[in-house]
């Protein structure tokens, strides 16, 4: 049997503006999945380093752990796009402003494609794919009147090659999709940095 070659991930770099690193301190960033796994990482991470948080997910409980008694929270789901909006628009209501914003709510469906439920596919590809997209749009608006900003999303490894075999083919779909070019490219009218990050969720789901 041919052996696929063993795929070398780069580290992905650190954020940076064009003089030099940027500054987390004091910074609004607004993550999703944010409750549990990557994202509760991400929002321990940015606390320490004096960020303010705007968190969404499922469990209010499990955001207040991840985001301290600061953290402004939104419980709901996140493909419901009156969620969306409220999270968007409570953040800049309480903190004027929207700095990073990180796309990292995700689930898997490990079953192939010839036989994976249409209507599970479809779920995927609202939480994985039109969800983040749909947030996106929300917050570039107010990034591009500021010329500001930084969007990371968050996706899998199986975007750029299959894993587990023919059993996660379906959960490639959707990592592909969000790390396609045309929602990754910098919008450079608007002077936007997006910058892509790559995690494997095999391991971890985020909602």
Sequence with gaps: MDMLPLLRLRPVPAIVLKR???????KVVLITGASEGIGAACAASFRKRGARLSLMARSAEKLRTAGGPDALITAGDLTVPEIRQTAVAATLDRFGTIDILINNAGT?????AWRAPLADARDLFELNFFAPLALTQLVA???RARSSGVIVNVSSVAGRVTLNGP????AVFTPAALLSPPLTASTSAADLLARQTFRDRSWSTSE
């Design 20 to 26: 030099g690193k940027m500054r987390i301190d004091g």
């Design 108 to 112: 898997g469906l490990y079953d192939p």
């Design 141 to 143: 608006q107010h990034m």
């Design 167 to 170: 059993d996660s083919l379906t």
